[in-house]
């Protein structure tokens, strides 16, 4: 059963399917405070609007008011996703493009693993993010100044190829450097919650003496 929150009047089930309306105080949320690892899916359908819709993960106290839960946000909005926390106040993590015909449904993923977390949208992983802050909580759905058509929820516990691709997965960034008066300067994005980065970098290709590290 879901519970209704905010703007429950917008919230309506029609066909087997959950419908949202536009604002910027709808969400909803099912299950135990107590789940923690999951495999959590569900089919997105964004309507009118230009805001955004997806899932809340490991959700908490939620009351009336757009950032008024704690817990983890993972939404589309046609042309990139979000990512971002909340404890009363909104924290983002990361925010991609991501070109998407809303005239389709999209299959949102989200595993969560001790304090990792995999997204995908469609079956394509599009980032991990490591974050400590929420360990337990239940699932949601929250749409911002976007209507929106929910399908196809499912919440499972982990198998073990969830823990290996959660695991194994690796995160690519793009890295852009510039070199001008006898130094380079390295441009590059911020891991969510990482406190240092080590560098390593080198002359010619394949001359392993040539390889240094450099710690920031």
């Known amino acids: 059963n879901w ?15 959950m419908l949202f309306g536009s604002s910027g105080n ?11 690892d999951m495999v959590y899916t569900a089919d997105i359908t964004l309507k009118e609007g230009e805001g955004n819709a997806g899932l809340l993960v490991r959700s908490s106290r939620e009351g009336s008011g757009a950032d008024n839960y704690y817990g983890y946000y993972f ?11 909340a404890s009363n106040n909104w ?22 693993y001790k304090d990792k977390f995999l997204f995908s949208v469609d079956g394509e992983v599009v980032t991990l993010i490591q974050d400590s802050d929420h360990a337990k909580g239940r699932v949601g759905l929250r749409g911002f100044a976007r209507s929106f058509a929910v399908d ?15 695991e194994e997965f690796k995160k690519q960034m793009e890295i852009t450097g510039y070199s001008a008066n006898d130094s380079i300067q390295v441009k590059f994005p911020r891991i969510s919650n990482a406190t240092s980065y080590r560098i390593l970098f080198g002359g010619e290709s394949g001359d392993p003496n040539q390889v240094a590290a450099v710690s920031l």
């Open 91 to 112: 924290k983002p993590l990361e925010t991609g493009d991501l070109k998407l015909d809303t005239s389709v449904s999209h299959q949102l993923q989200v595993i969560a």
């Open 75 to 85: 939404g589309i909005n046609g042309n990139g996703y979000e990512i971002g926390k």
């Open 3 to 17: 519970t209704k929150v905010g703007d429950t009047a917008l919230i309506s089930v029609s066909d087997g399917q």
């Open 26 to 36: 709808v969400k909803a949320s099912a299950g135990d405070e107590g789940w923690s």
């Open 152 to 166: 196809q929820v499912q919440v499972r516990g982990l198998t073990g190829a969830d823990k290996k691709a959660i």
